[in-house]
């Protein structure tokens, strides 16, 4: 079972509506609304979205476009020697996150 955490859902989602992807758009929407992971009832944050993780069960050509996407973002948010920024490493874990999806599915 592939899963994903909220807030990149949650970042994944923001940057698609940037570009007006919204087909991608409703489907981080469908799985934000029915592929929570149920949490253990001894969960310290039960009812805390930010320590969620969700089932991931999106076509892989879409999560290839998010890759694509965000590694065209960290890309551009390299500084002008070409250094890594903060926003650049943020993009790079998210992009890591979801390579990590279609790596486990066999698709890479």
């Known amino acids: 079972m592939d899963s994903i955490d ?3 859902l949650i ?3 923001n940057e698609l509506l940037k570009v007006n992807n919204n087909g991608i758009v409703d489907e981080i929407i469908r799985i934000l609304k029915n592929n929570e992971i149920e949490k ?3 969960h310290n944050k039960l009812n805390d979205k930010n320590t969620s993780h969700y089932v991931v069960d999106l076509k892989p050509e879409h999560i290839e476009e998010i890759i694509e996407l965000f590694g065209d973002l960290e890309t551009n948010s390299l500084s002008e020697k070409y250094e890594s ?3 650049s490493i ?3 874990r998210i992009v890591d996150k979801w390579n990590n999806i279609i790596e486990s599915q066999g698709i890479l």
Request: charged letters at 35%; proline letters at 0%.
């Open 40 to 42: 253990s009832a001894k």
């Open 6 to 8: 909220y807030n990149t």
């Open 11 to 13: 970042e994944t989602r």
């Open 85 to 87: 920024t903060s926003e």
């Open 90 to 92: 943020k993009f790079s």
